[in-house]
């Protein structure tokens, strides 16, 4: 309210009582909210210091050959961002195009930091948030993305990526569709990207061979059933022409480099047994910025 109404309001005395219960509302509804921020910065300091400890102390995680050192998040959930800007480092990168399957949003994904960078692509999602967010963008900058609504299946996903006059060797596929992951990399046996990036079932020992059963129009529902155990797709990978090379700390995504790309430049073995990370719940950092897409750069 206006300073000149709160004076009135304040001279009457039936209305002077609510005033006050109003601004000691108000000062209680402040301090919890202080409160709440503060207790936020804890549980994430002490997962930060946890993990900083273990990489610090841990000779596995300071291997060079190895990917986790090189973490980051910009858009990725787990710091995918950084360990994808590794591989190619190591690697190099030739078409600069990726395709990347279960994006949501699009706003915390594998490939939008990519695209900060000048990537092509195209995303796939069965819900339509991603347009949302691609509408937003200029009209040079979505010339250089294409989305795709649909439900994938092991069916249609070659068709979908034909219909999108995606090559057969480009550089980066993402694969993220929770239930039937497995057989989405599977049905895509002709295309030969240069990485992939799948996610995994963490729940399920490292040498435990696992996958869900398919059914194209089956949707996971929050339990331990989905997806398919580590050691699945590492043998998997090895049919399509693929080696394991790592899997984030969360446990979330497993990290394939094409065969014939990866000379002496990750840790051997290219085994799940080797590269398996647990399921861990990571705390997220504090955000002190909303989350956002960075800006994908136009043409000069």
Known sequence: MSKFIRKIMLAV?????????????A?????????????????????????EHSFSQSQRYQDAKRLLSSAFKIHSQNGEDGMIAEIFRRIGHT?????????????????AFLLACG????????????????????????????????????EN?????????IENEFDFLSIDIDQ??????????????????????????????????????????????????LVALERLGVKLGYNLVGCDYSGTNAF?????????????????????EPARLI?????FHKTELLDWPTAD
Not at 45 to 51: D, G, I, K, M, T
Not at 157 to 165: E, K, N, P, T
Request: aromatic share 10%; hydrophobic share 35%; glycine share 6%.
């Open 13 to 25: 005395p039936g209305l002077r009582q609510l005033v006050l219960i109003v601004d000691m509302l």
């Open 27 to 51: 000062y209680i509804a402040q301090t919890l909210t202080e409160i709440r921020h503060e207790l936020s910065k804890l549980p994430t300091n002490r997962a930060s210091q946890q993990e």
């Open 95 to 111: 078409s600069k195009v990726f395709v990347e399957i279960g994006v949501a949003d699009g706003r915390e994904c594998n490939s």
């Open 119 to 154: 990537w092509t692509g195209c995303w796939i999602d069965s819900g339509g948030e991603m347009n949302d967010v691609f509408k937003k963008q200029t009209t040079s900058v979505r010339d250089r993305l294409t989305t795709v609504t649909v439900m994938v299946t092991a």
């Open 157 to 165: 996903i070659g068709s979908i990526l034909a219909s999108q006059r």
């Open 180 to 229: 039937n992951t497995y057989y989405a990399w599977k049905a895509l046996s002709s295309y030969r990207p240069r990485v992939v990036v799948v996610e995994y079932n963490p729940l399920l020992p490292a040498d435990t061979d696992w996958k869900v059963n398919y059914s194209p129009d089956r949707v996971w529902d929050g339990s331990k059933n989905y997806g398919a155990s």
């Open 256 to 276: 394939f480099v094409r065969a014939d790309l990866v000379g002496s430049h990750f840790a051997m073995p290219f085994t799940a047994e080797n590269h398996y």
């Open 283 to 287: 705390t997220p950092p504090v955000r």
